[in-house]
């Protein structure tokens, strides 16, 4: 590991072992900077049964993100939050479960890759997402970070081609991040129809666990998404709460209820 790395949990390495151990994972997910006391909700995460936590810097320009996502941005921003101060942030606080952040590449690339990749390992994160990359312009960032041993993983989308989504399988590090639609992040009454068996086709490509994202909202949803996959992401049910006045006990308890209800599911 590089001198500059702090200690973090490796993402690939913990979500194998839960998986293979027989266990659905699950990924919560808050906005940086979006409450004074933000990292106090990773601590609710972690003890609330969470396999890793999401963390999104908060960006003017979202391409993916829905309205709750992009209200956290917002609120975020306005309260002066920058990729410096969130990472500053992350570098006074420990959880015992990996830690991912999701980003656009334009914020990337205004620090550099290489620079960005090691601010990210100096604060302990070991997971990086960045869905608007194309796999095509992936290079440099695949090695930047490589070298700072931060796990690139990738977005598969169900409009993928085949040949696609086996590349995304073979590149993506960490876990596989699998789209339920084509759709924006955000809270839906049900999750789309062809969600499970996209999770189960990438699967076939792929040894790393496979997550299904977007739209994932109730303990319900959650358990009908973790047929198929190996687990799910679930971020705007979480970030509704936390824009709603929620404190870290109270959104830890439905990460809670997620846990119990994929636990139950496989008891």
């Not at 999104?56 to 975020?76: H, K, N, W, Y």
């Not at 290079?139 to 040949?163: F, K, N, W, Y």
């Not at 709603?244 to 119990?260: F, H, I, K, Q, S």
Request: glycine share 10%; hydrophobic share 50%.
């Amino acid at each position: 590991m590089n001198a500059t790395t702090a200690t973090g949990v490796a993402v690939g390495p913990r979500l194998r072992e839960r998986r293979d151990a027989g266990h659905k994972l699950l990924l919560p997910y808050v906005t940086g900077g979006v409450s004074a006391e933000w990292t106090d909700y990773l601590r609710a995460y972690a003890d609330a049964g969470a396999d890793a936590v999401e963390i999104g810097l908060p960006f003017s320009e979202p391409m993916i993100d829905g309205p709750t996502v992009q209200e956290a941005s917002e609120r975020a921003l306005h309260r002066g939050a920058t990729v410096r101060g969130i990472l500053a942030d992350l570098r006074r606080v420990r959880v015992d479960v990996p830690l991912v952040v999701m980003t656009y590449y334009h914020l990337v690339a205004r620090e550099g890759h290489a620079r960005f990749c090691a601010a990210l390992a100096e604060a302990g994160v070991r997971g990086l997402i960045v869905p608007d990359l194309p796999l095509e312009e992936l290079a440099e960032l695949e090695q930047a970070a490589a070298d700072a041993e931060v796990e690139l993983i990738l977005v598969a989308a169900p409009s993928g081609a085949p040949s696609r989504l086996r590349e995304i399988a073979a590149r993506s590090r960490g876990f596989v991040y699998a789209m339920t639609g084509m759709i924006t992040t955000g809270e839906r009454a049900e999750l789309p129809a062809s969600a499970g068996e996209f999770a189960a086709r990438l699967k076939t490509h792929a040894d790393l666990p496979v997550l299904l994202g977007f739209g994932v909202s109730t303990p319900e949803h959650a358990v009908a998404g973790a047929q198929a996959a190996d687990g799910v992401v679930v971020a705007s049910a979480l970030m509704r709460r936390v824009l709603d006045g929620a404190t870290p006990a109270e959104v830890g308890a439905l990460v809670a209820e997620l846990r119990a209800a994929l636990d139950a599911a496989q008891g």
